[in-house]
């Protein structure tokens, strides 16, 4: 039979319950019924109903701490008798917990739950809601048991004080008892006095909370005394001022040590001694005259305290007015707000300094929803785009962003929103308010929450307009004749070497004609290069006006020009072409009253046959061309193959080279690095020669191609940058000064991954110091993998090792990427230098390398300086050093301290001799 279905008696039977258990339930019975907090059901009067009722956990809150009382707070016979209880209602008891069961009956006996209505609340470890009896549900405007659950103490009870000490005893603190605590609600400020503890029951950690409703005692005046044990417990200042004299009447510890004045100096104060600011005193009594005639008689105030020491303490106070004993009382509860308004200061000199260096920033800074509508942009910005920061507010990037580059910037916008990267760089360009397009550099990154959800992008945009514009006009000179605005031999070698590319995949040739105008110097040295410009300028346009648009018309320098056929089926074409050039230059030509008859040497050369790539192809039509001329001129030849003895010739070198280190056959000799301003050596570039035994030396220009191409190039570099650095060191220990030594690192060297440990290795064997020390990477090089170039420089800029970028202006540098490398100084390419007193374009370019590196805050080296008119023109332009045979040849290391000797005795540059030699 089913226990619910059976008698009580039956149900004792059934569950082994002696006479002896029997007559301790009667007796507990009679105990429980005569005890009115329990309020048990009517019915329950019986002991039948009893036995029934207690199998429902809703009245075990309320029996079991009465039942430890009644056994006189012994655990064996308390156990003993829940045992029993417990088993009457069915339910499990770990009996073994007695510890648990101890702790929590000590934490319900301290609340006093036997004498007076008490709210209860249990809560798990998280501090959620598990349990509260009818009085707590009551007390807290809680509809049903039901609505409780999971609910943190948080959002059932808003007091700071009660949390904190929760926390406290879940984290191994003692129980806590009479906590009072206050909270206000509609109709008024109450008080509670609240008994915390921790215990484990049923194997989880419990916090059993009482709480006893305080509020009518402490609105009795003639119970307030009774309570300043409890208001001392308080963690806020509280005091209580009789309104009529401005006296406190009452003060506990806390307020006491915030004023520093002890209780009985207190009591002969007020508040009007608390020295409030000027005009303070008289708000505090009309805002005390509108608390006590309010409805609710609740209110709060922020005034300033003085302490006994004199120091100001803001304070934030809480009133609540009481009549007692027939006086007009106010209690105040004080706290200190000095942080917070610390901290409100501290924001708003932090949002003042925002603005102001917002406003005042260098660049443009904005902000954007992420929407992208502006809703803050700062004076730059404004200036950038030319619209205000009220007219921002109504556009959004879409409005002033160039047609060209919307797509590109939905892309990345998206790409930055969804997470894909943190932040993005770009140029783009913006329309200014006028119409005209604005080149930026931007950089956009997005602000989130605390959850990690963005809420707006913030951008900030550099004016790059002129930078963009030198870059163009220097990426022209660059690739351009600066006379005839034809491809220039960079571009023509870049076109040829795509054009190659091309005829290599689609199995077709390519070809170049070079040419060279017959007798043009005797047009320059009899008529001038006024006369001899305009001729040049009219051989482009010719030349350019029979040359189809997908091919390319170029010129080398001089009288030099070259023709670029791609696509070709057969030589036919090229013959027909070269045929066609020499009909177009023997047309008269009229310039002033002059009449010219011209004609032209062509040297032609193709694509696979006469070489596999552009300076191949060059080189043989040039070869091609000598022959032309040496034929009588006005005549056109194709490149012949000599390969043989060149292949030949590669061998022996390639042999050599892998023996010259164990025998020692090279050596350095190093060329002076002099400064324009007070024409002293700063100064050596480190140049290799061989001298292979029983040969003659060979020249670099032979055999460094070549060690480059077979990887000997490593060890070889290596010897050199050692060397150096010994001699460097050398020359110190004699007594010179510190002089810094320039070592060109090749292509195969510096992408070597150990090139940083390498260097780091050579300092430190030979002990030099890495500011003597200067490398020299070519412009190519750093530009094959600009990423990767820009970490190894940085990595080598940080030892402190000088860098430079060798033969500058005859690569394809992006000046993007140029101010991203960590360099020191920019070396103009001799090929510039050489003819710069006659040539207008190497003049042209070597005045744009000198003007760019100033304004990158870069030094400037010119190499091949060998006449007085090199050196007269760069250092008008404000070259910083020079090198060259017209200061003095690379000299072997003890024709190099003679040098130095001679040159310590002079000071400029007109004293200094020239050492120039037969090279």
Known sequence: MDLSQMTVDQRLAALDINDIDITLLRLIHQKLVSTPQIEFPAASNSFSEFILCIKNQEYEARWLPLLWQIFHYDPESFLSALQILRKVAALEFDIANFQATRTLAEAVTASDLTHEPVAMLTLDSEQRAHFANPLFLANFGIGELSTLAGKSIDELIRNEQLL????????????????????????????????????????????????????????????????????????????????????????????TKILGYSRSELLQLGPQDLKPDAGELERIHKRFDEIIHSVSQTGMIETVHQRKDGSRLPVEVYLRAMMSEHRQILVAVVRDISSRLKAEADLRESEDKFRGIFNQAAIGLAHLTLEGRWFQTNKKFSEIVGYSPQEMQNLSYLDITHPGDLQADEEMIRGLISGEYPDYTKEKRYIHKDGHA??????????????????????????????????????????????TGLPNRLLIQDRLSQAIAHAHRMGVQTGVILIDIDRFKNINDSLGHGIGDLIIVEIGRRLSSIIESDNTVGRLGGDEFVVMLSELASTDALALTAQNILDVLSQPMAIYEHEFFLTGSLGVSVYPKDGADSQSLLKNADTAMYRAKDAGGNNMQFYAHEMNARALARFTIEGGLRRSLEREEFVLHYQPQIDVLTGKV??????????????????????????????????????????????TCLWQEQGYAPLRVAVNLSARQFKQKNIVSLVKKVLDETGCKPEWLELEITES????????????????????????????????????????????TLKIDQSFVRDISTDADDAAIARAVIALAHS???????????????????????CDLMQGYYFSRPLPPEDIEKFLKMNKSRSRLAAMPRMVSAR
């Open 682 to 727: 700063v100064g050596m570039e480190a140049l290799l020669r061989w001298h292979p035994l029983d040969k003659p030396p060979m020249s670099p220009a032979d055999f460094i191609p070549i060690a480059e191409e077979t990887g000997l190039i490593v060890p070889i570099g290596e010897w050199v940058l050692r060397s150096a650095c010994k001699q």
């Open 164 to 255: 904190i000490a929760v926390i406290s005893v879940l984290e191994g603190a003692k129980p806590q008892h009479n906590v009072l605590i206050s909270m206000g609600d509609r109709s008024g400020t109450r008080f509670f006095e609240c008994h915390i503890a921790c215990a484990v029951w049923q194997a989880e950690t419990v916090i059993l909370l009482t709480m006893k409703d305080m509020t009518q005692r402490m609105n009795s005046p003639e119970e307030l005394l009774r309570f300043r044990m409890a208001l001392d417990s308080s963690i806020d200042a509280i005091y209580l001022i009789d309104r009529a004299q401005m006296r406190f009447i009452d003060a506990n510890e806390t307020a």
């Open 781 to 824: 090089v750093v530009m094959e993998d600009p990423q990767s170039a820009t970490d190894t420089l940085q990595e080598l800029s940080n030892m402190g090792v000088h860098l430079s970028i060798d033969d500058f202006g005859t690569g394809y540098s992006s000046l993007s990427y140029l101010k991203r490398f960590p360099i020191d």
């Open 856 to 878: 990158m805050r870069l030094e400037v080296v010119a190499e091949g300086v060998e006449t007085i008119e090199q050196l007269d023109y760069l250092r008008a332009q404000g």
């Open 438 to 483: 604005v080149w930026v550099n931007i950089t956009v990154s997005l602000v989130s929450d605390r959850s990690g959800n963005p809420i707006y992008a913030v951008s900030a945009i550099e004016d790059i307009t002129n930078r963009k514009k030198i870059e163009w006009d220097l990426l022209h000179l660059a690739n351009h004749d600066s006379l």
